[in-house]
């Protein structure tokens, strides 16, 4: 953005003058390590901005309005004003029981949101019964095994009126499928309903590493729920392209702003081979962000996405339809920044990051727990992390303006230099072939994996402070967690036995087959997993069937 | 005196995915000087267990973050006891809360590195119990 002004001339010899004889000459005098002023991605930062980093600064080019293209100070003109951020606490545990009592807590106490958190055997695709599912029932998120638990877990909860966010990857069809009929059985149409499915595969390749299918056959059911979606469920997000795991994997904030969008043109390109119009599905993709410890980098890191995403969309991919320019996201704050030392701390850090999203223009927010380095967490646990929200929102005053740091020489050469940075890593990705051929590649594996190790050794090295761990240390008393209970596998697994036993299993099988053509003749599946659910087909054996179509992803082991 | 190396098998038992962790460990063994078997994701008890034997390792190093703890480490004590491979020190960090500690210690577990644990300590308490390797 910088051209040469002479009108800034007598601003740059000013500048100059105070470096020398204010700053420098201080520094000087002090014993103060300059080396250390990075953010926590380890980008360097100057003492100091000035409208001299802003030359050249076109504001309607590179800011604009809220509401306008390219929409770097947020997609809606009213922004907050016109509605607050959806406050969305991610949560599921146990049987589909005590998660649906959870939900029906949450919501009576202002949240405005539902989001499923599955245990690993369902995130998986296999059933509760399936060997490696032992010690894992009901852990980690709530247990689904067929529609039967579905209806439990949103018994009583209106599907019209609550949108619903399930954090789901390679099963994420089969899950959408089984939401769709839990709706139908409350007379819910799919016209009506609204949520998200996360649905991103590339990612659980690139870091979070929940993989079932090979990448193609994997993109292939992706397109599937765009094709679906844009047609018979149109109020949902059919995919949200994520970077939260790529950062929680140790990915520097540029890497993960990078790999995401790199992640979102990879399934629009697959869309487009499908011959699916970008005006139609583009609307209903939309993204997931981490907040990080770094403020202002992660305010910048938001801020460029939007721009991004919205050049992307109008240039590269010729997108008519403004919805399709715009970065829609929910954010959650770190999970890895969370410390188990001093676990009360963990409530100050959420704040910040959370207060970073919202000054970053989000849509929707999930505060995590203090008590989450040792367990899922407890009820009062997540009542001070919605709190937190909470006062944001309603005391802090920050949404009283629209991007409030708009325009800060800070925030503003922040935002230009992720932007930059960020694109060009999406051009060395284009130039491999794109994100599939990268990932085969390791390409984005092998950065993520360098920039965590680095961070590791910086905080061994005491160049990265955190509190509590190498640096004001203290002992604390250990804190109240919560604990599943064994029997909730036991009692599981009997439900599952039943479901098994009185269902109608020739049906079952009927439609398990008619799948298995489907995914042979390449049709799409969703109307065929819409019937192998509603016959009480169990995810695993769906996924079972399917594997028998796909095969199974093998990773290279590297580190 | 150059010594046999210390061979660290770092293991990731359970259905979780979250490896970042496990390879930070593993890059820091290799470049303390130990010889690193990394399993991969998602290995059951079995198949970790005969890896350690057959690559005849002095550490396991197992990294769980689903809270299957319980049920996966027994396992994995059993069947090293089955097997007579009962002297490899076998130490596991990840998402393990307080008030379950002292049960795995109690099933033979050397020891457990909790959230924040340096690379740095990790490497010195290998070092430190696991003398006899040098010495071969």
Known sequence: MKKNNPSQNPLKQAFSIWKKEKFDKVMRDTDCDQSGFTTVSGKKIKELYTPLDLDGLDYAQQLGFPGEYPYTRGIHPTMYRGRLWTMRQFSGFGAAEDTNKRYKYLLSHGQTGLSVAFHLPTLMGIDSDHPLAVGEVGKCGVAIDSLADMEILFDGIPLDKISTSMTINPPAAVLWAMYIAVAEKQGVSPKVISGTIQNDILKEYIAQKTFVFPPESSMKLIVDTFEYGAKEVPRWNTISISGYHIREAGSTAVQELAFTLRDGIEYVEWAQKRGLDVNEFVPRLSFFFNAHNDFFEEIAKFRAARKIWAEVMKERFKAKDPRSWWLRFHTQTSGVSLMAQQPQNNVIRVALQALAAVLGGTQSLHTNSLDETYALPSEDAVTIALRTQQVIAHESGVINSADPLGGSYFVETLTAQMEKEAKDYIKKIDDMGGMVKAIELGFPQKEIADSAYWYQKAVERKEKIIVGVNAFEMDHEPIPTLKIEDTVGKQQLARLKKIKKTRNNSEVKAKLLDLKRAAKDDQNLMPFLLGCVKAYATLGEIMDALKEIYGEYKEPITY | ?136
């Not at chain 2, 991969?40 to 034997?53: D, N, Y």
């Not at chain 2, 057959?54 to 973050?65: K, P, R, T």
């Not at chain 2, 998402?95 to 210690?105: A, M, T």
């Open chain 2, 1 to 136: 005196m150059a010594g046999k190396k210390i061979r660290v098998l770092v293991a990731k038992p359970g259905l979780d995915g979250h490896d970042r962790g496990a390879k930070v460990i593993c890059r820091s063994l290799r470049d303390a000087g130990f010889e690193v078997i990394y399993t991969g994701l998602r290995r059951t008890p079995e198949e970790i267990v005969s890896s350690a034997i057959q690559e005849d390792v002095d550490v396991i190093g197992l990294s769980i973050l689903s809270g299957a703890h319980n049920v996966l480490v027994p396992k994995i004590m059993d069947l090293l006891k089955e097997k007579g491979a009962e002297d490899v020190n076998v130490i596991a960090g990840g998402i393990i809360p307080d008030k379950d500690i002292p049960g795995l210690e109690k099933m033979g577990i050397s020891k457990i590195f909790l959230p924040g644990s340096s690379t740095e300590d990790i490497v010195e308490w290998i070092k430190e119990n696991i003398k006899e390797a040098s010495a071969v």
